[in-house]
């Protein structure tokens, strides 16, 4: 019997019920049968980056990020904007990346959960540190589904049926065999 595929869920916000966790807390409650997922949750925990740090042995929570992706087939992060790009801690999370192996080939995709319009600053700033990172980015798993808090239900959970079929969509896309992918190249 084979392993089912795992997919990491990553989400760029530290607010409790974002919009974002509220994407990935959705993509748990539909995720089909034929997979897992695994929400981390230590992005509060980790050290700021030091690339002197960033030797054996790692800081703990750093060690347990990187397991956490390592152990994944696949990632999936929703994280928000701020002042035109990535929030601080979650660049933090993925500066930790760069130096290891575990993301490099790994499938990616996120969803910007934003107002239409918006997110595009932390999209493209994702892209840019993903190709750093050597992660493989599926395209056509990439989704914009805009949230608002009101869609979330008592237990932080989408409720709309069309976005909960995006998300499905979004897992199977990113769980399935690969696709056109694009491996930013770097600056």
Request: hydrophobic share 40%; proline share 9%; glycine share 10%.
């Amino acid at each position: 019997m084979s392993t089912p595929p795992v997919i990491l869920l990553l989400s760029g916000s530290l607010r409790a019920g974002s919009s974002n966790e509220t994407v990935l807390r959705t993509a748990q409650a539909v995720a089909p049968s034929h997979l897992r997922t695994a929400f981390y949750d230590g992005l509060g925990r980790l050290p700021h980056f030091n690339p002197d740090d960033d030797t054996d042995p790692l800081p703990p929570s750093v060690a347990e990020l990187r397991a956490a992706i390592a152990e994944a087939t696949a990632v999936l992060i929703c994280t928000p904007e701020y002042a035109g790009t990535l929030p601080g801690s979650f660049k933090n999370l993925l500066d930790w990346t760069v130096g290891g192996t575990e993301i490099c080939d790994k499938p990616v995709a996120w969803v910007n959960a934003a107002a239409p319009g918006r997110g595009l600053g932390a999209e493209a700033t994702l892209r840019t540190v993903l190709g750093y990172t050597g992660a493989y980015i599926v395209e056509e798993a990439c989704a914009k589904i805009p949230v608002d808090h009101r869609m979330a239900d008592s237990d932080g959970v989408i409720a709309d049926s069309e976005a909960r079929k995006r998300i499905t969509h979004v897992l199977g896309l990113l769980a399935g065999p690969r696709g056109p992918a694009t491996k930013p190249e770097q600056a």
